[in-house]
Nanobody, 125 residues
Framework: QVQLVESGGGLVQAGGSLRLSCAAS????????MGWFRQAPGKERELVGE????????FYADSVKGRFTVSRDNAKNTVYLQMNSLKPEDTAVYSC??????????????????WGQGTQVTVSS
């Protein structure tokens, strides 16, 4: 198993910045990538950004591209989500999750399996 602990959420004014952290422990050798998700009330969960665990560039949703940055510190087994130029519509519960390769008869897939507890980000106008 992989355990994830998030921190860094809070209340910020529009235009401000926040940095979220996600510290992983346990069987991190099985992690392929780390993703940041968010879910606002009444809306579906959205993948905000994803970064490969051991190398490579991050992927971002169009809604946050140019404002959010995902980075990692492999020595600390920690992934960060730097959020700049925040907007009220960024208000949501943000969660990190680890992506793993899963093999079943006849197919191989990559799935998000372990999740953090979530942290609230509120952006006031």
């Amino acid at each position: 198993q992989v355990q994830l602990v998030e921190s860094g959420g809070g209340l910020v004014q529009a235009g401000g910045s926040l940095r979220l952290s996600c510290a992983a422990s346990g069987r991190t050798f099985s992690v392929c990538a780390m993703g940041w998700f968010r879910q606002a009330p009444g809306k579906e969960r959205e993948l905000v950004g994803e970064i490969p665990w051991s190398g490579g560039s991050a992927f971002y949703a169009d809604s946050v591209k140019g404002r959010f940055t995902v980075s990692r510190d492999n020595a600390k087994n920690t992934v960060y989500l730097q959020m700049n130029s925040l907007k009220p519509e960024d208000t949501a519960v943000y969660s990190c999750a680890t992506k793993h390769r899963t093999v079943r008869p006849g197919t191989t897939s990559y799935e998000y399996i372990y999740w953090g507890q979530g942290t609230q980000v509120t952006v006031s106008s």
